[in-house]
């Protein structure tokens, strides 16, 4: 008795597993080959900690652009080339690996929230207070809403700058009323809480900043508040 010959249909449905499994294997390779946000986000971190010295953008500048000439080979070789598609995706994939670094790598988020603390530096001198109550001055006497929002925040900055936070709430309170869209109070009252370590409260501030403005980037501040908050519950 001679072998058993296989079926041509048998063939075939063999030749279709083989297909099949060459093309998942592809895949995976492919699917390798991406830098994830996570790898990125862990390459990112080594590279900033090995660049101890030089301001924040100092450092990041290297790093950032050894993640984007690989995203942008990555895209190319998918037969993406179009610029404004590759900017788009560049922010966003940035965007998600900054966010990520913020929760995972220790030396960036010192940095970045110290740049954030920065952002109001203290000034309790004579100088100050007497240029914030000349600004009250103006504004009780200015009758122009536009010019009035304009110096409340000037004087909600500088109360800011001068620790008076309480003081600093009632002028951001004022802003709200003349203008509920302006999201710069809503930053100012974010900047605010995140110093007295209510953290919770910066978020929800910063969360109706982005609502009103659309600007995706001001997630950074909110996660500065977040890990503050996680590092105080440790």
């Known amino acids: ?29 492919e699917k390798k080959s991406e830098l994830s946000i996570k790898d990125a986000s862990n390459q990112f971190c080594n590279c900033f900690n090995s660049q101890p ?42 965007l998600d690996v900054m966010l990520d670094m913020m929760r995972t790598c220790d030396n960036y988020f010192i940095a970045i929230n110290d740049l954030y603390d920065k952002g109001y530096p203290a000034d309790t001198t004579q100088l100050n207070w007497k240029i914030i109550k000349e600004l009250s001055r103006r504004i009780n006497t200015e009758t122009n809403p536009d010019t009035v929002k304009s110096l409340l925040h000037k004087k909600a ?11 600093a709430f009632k002028s951001i309170d ?11 109070a809503n930053l100012a009252s974010a900047y605010i809480f995140n110093q007295k370590g209510l953290y919770d409260k910066a978020v929800t501030e910063i969360n109706k900043a982005i609502e009103i403005s659309g600007d995706e980037n001001l997630k950074l501040y909110a996660e500065i508040a977040k890990q503050k908050n996680r590092i105080s519950k440790k």
């Open 1 to 29: 008795m001679g072998p058993i010959k296989e079926s041509p249909r048998n063939k075939d449905e063999k030749r279709n597993w083989i297909w099949i499994l060459i093309i998942l294997a592809l895949g995976a390779c």
């Open 53 to 94: 010295a030089g301001t924040v953008d100092d450092r990041l500048s290297p790093c950032l652009q050894e993640i984007a000439d690989q995203k942008n080979d990555e895209w190319n070789k998918a037969g993406i080339n179009n610029p404004d598609s590759i900017n788009q995706k560049m922010s966003r994939f940035g």
């Open 157 to 167: 900055h500088r109360l800011i700058q001068a620790r008076e936070f309480d003081q």
């Open 174 to 184: 004022s802003i709200k009323t003349l203008d509920n869209r302006d999201y710069g």
